[in-house]
């Protein structure tokens, strides 16, 4: 059984569709690149399936359950995070702060116990604080969990964002470009992090316009232009695929 499957999915904005009648499987374990010129419908589509917009048409299935039309919240319960392009992160919060806010998710004293300080309470307490170093460890924050977010320099931002979304302990992670504005350094050093949560039993699908690092990355790439799923296969396929060429106006220099 596919971890995730979408069928016929659309999405209009008025008189524009973003995403045009995508179908997609994704096998647990797979670590897909999902690229495209910008405007090409990648985020929207990341949006569909995580229940930030509602769609248009068509049915998204994870885990062989229908969870088209759930809340975002519902859907991340069900073990499915994401990052998004721009870093969004509670800027006066420290690090250790953000990934805690998470975890509320996974709480399970109720309110009531929660203001009562009952062991329920303190239980949940002890976990957060153990998942949270255990997380900021692997992505080398462990240094900056009394920073706060404002501080961090971009690179380290980025991370804190993946780092949100591993606490929800998901079985799938969507990755909205998460190398972004770094430089070389920082962009192996994620890079590294990004292969690691696959071998941690993650599966994911990756938004990137770095052409050398997604094809590296990716077990299997599908490609978006102007709303629709011009390309799917294994990156040495789409390197010589001639439409995605044409959609990168004409150049096959993705190294």
């Known amino acids: 059984m596919a971890l995730l499957e979408v069928k016929n999915l659309t999405k209009r904005f008025g008189g524009l569709v973003a995403v045009n009648n995508v179908d997609f499987v994704l096998e647990e374990g797979e670590l897909v690149g999902l690229i495209g010129p910008n405007g090409s ?32 919240y519902k859907i991340a319960t069900k073990g499915l995070a994401r990052t998004f392009q721009a870093t969004t992160v509670f800027k006066d919060m420290t690090v250790f702060e953000n990934v805690a806010v998470s975890l509320v998710l996974k709480r399970k004293a109720s309110s009531l116990g929660q203001f009562f300080n009952t062991l329920a309470s303190k239980g949940d307490e002890k976990r957060i604080k153990e998942t949270v170093l255990e997380i900021l460890d692997y992505l080398e924050l462990i240094n900056l969990k ?23 302990s998901p079985k799938l992670m969507l990755l909205d470009e998460p190398l972004t504005g770094m430089n070389s350094a920082e962009s192996m050093h994620v890079m ?8 941690r039993g993650i ?53």
Do not use: C
């Not at 769609?55 to 994870?62: D, L, Q």
């Not at 920073?147 to 979304?165: T, V």
């Open 41 to 72: 419908g990648k985020s929207t589509f990341f949006n569909l399936i995580t229940g930030i917009h509602s769609i248009t048409s068509g049915k998204v299935f994870y885990q062989g359950k229908d969870i088209t039309g759930l809340s975002g």
């Open 146 to 168: 009394d920073e706060n977010a404002k501080n961090l320099p971009h690179g380290s931002l980025k991370l804190l964002g993946i780092a949100i979304a591993m606490a929800v």
């Open 192 to 199: 590294k992090k990004i292969r690691g949560l696959g071998k």
């Open 203 to 255: 599966t994911m699908i990756v938004v990137e316009h770095d052409m050398g690092a997604i094809m590296s990355l990716s077990d299997r790439i599908m490609v978006f232009n102007f709303g629709k799923k011009i390309a799917d296969g294994k990156p040495e396929e789409i390197r010589k695929n001639k439409d995605v060429i044409d959609a990168y106006l004409g150049t096959e220099r993705w190294d």
